[in-house]
T-cell receptor, first 113, second 117 residues
Framework: GENVEQHPSTLSVQEGDSAVIKCTYSDSASNYFPWYKQELGKRPQLIID?????GEKKDQRIAVTLNKTAKHFSLHITETQPEDSAVYFC????????????FGTGTRLTIIP | DTAVSQTPKYLVTQMGNDKSIKCEQNLGHDTMYWYKQDSKKFLKIMFSYNNKELIINETVPNRFSPKSPDKAHLNLHINSLELGDSAVYFC????????????????FGPGTRLTVT
């Protein structure tokens, strides 16, 4: 099955600076890599995802990069704002019909005003 | 309109009791899931149903029994509750993966915080 490792577990950055969260996966057949954001007391929500046929995807201040050779992908948040404070999860599907997502252990991001 | 809803939002009960959590989605999705999020925020899949059929059953004690009366509903019944069952339980839904294609976004419910005393 898929094994997803996520680092760091906690990250504090000054408002306006950039934040980077990294994940590695084990199953070379994985073809879809989403990132979910979970604010305190709320549900996880998809913020960006990337499919294996591209190396980078950007949506305003957030971007995801994928290195299939090295089996890792990263979330980049630029010009961080207080509302970016949350727990972020990466995920990757197993080769079980791709319906099962294995989530990383989460990164608690704190933006310091 | 709420896309994925769960009831109750909070559930406090004593060890040994039996309880149920209900989930409903109005997105027309074929696939529904139950996840458990523990105190360390680890998010682990428990079960997945595709159009009322069980397709994923992780290593979960058989005290946990999911039931899907139709593809819009996936309920979770827990027998003989234990202290370690305390967690937040999330229901989620997504479109069905076709022919081992790439998965679709999973939409999560608001969660049910279960506290076993």
């Amino acid at each position: 099955g898929e094994n997803v490792e996520q680092h760091p577990s906690t990250l504090s950055v000054q408002e306006g600076d950039s934040a980077v969260i990294k994940c590695t996966y084990s199953d070379s057949a994985s073809n879809y890599f989403p990132w979910y954001k979970q604010e305190l007391g709320k549900r996880p929500q998809l913020i960006i995802d990337i499919r294996s046929n591209v190396g980078e995807k950007k949506d305003q201040r957030i971007a995801v990069t994928l290195n299939k050779t090295a089996k890792h992908f990263s979330l980049h948040i630029t010009e961080t704002q207080p509302e970016d404070s949350a727990v972020y999860f990466c995920a990757a599907p197993t080769n079980f019909g791709n319906e099962k997502l294995t989530f990383g252990t989460g990164t608690r991001l704190t933006i310091i005003p | 309109d709420t896309a994925v809803s769960q009831t109750p939002k909070y559930l406090v009960t004593q060890m040994g009791n039996d309880k149920s959590i209900k989930c409903e989605q109005n997105l027309g999705h074929d696939t529904m899931y139950w996840y458990k999020q523990d105190s360390k925020k680890f998010l682990k899949i428990m079960f997945s149903y595709n159009n009322k059929e069980l397709i994923i059953n992780e290593t979960v004690p058989n005290r946990f029994s999911p039931k899907s009366p139709d593809k819009a509903h996936l309920n979770l019944h827990i027998n003989s509750l234990e202290l370690g069952d305390s967690a937040v339980y999330f229901c989620a839904s997504s479109q069905k993966v076709v022919n081992r294609g790439a998965p679709y976004e999973q939409y999560f419910g608001p969660g049910t915080r279960l506290t076993v005393t």
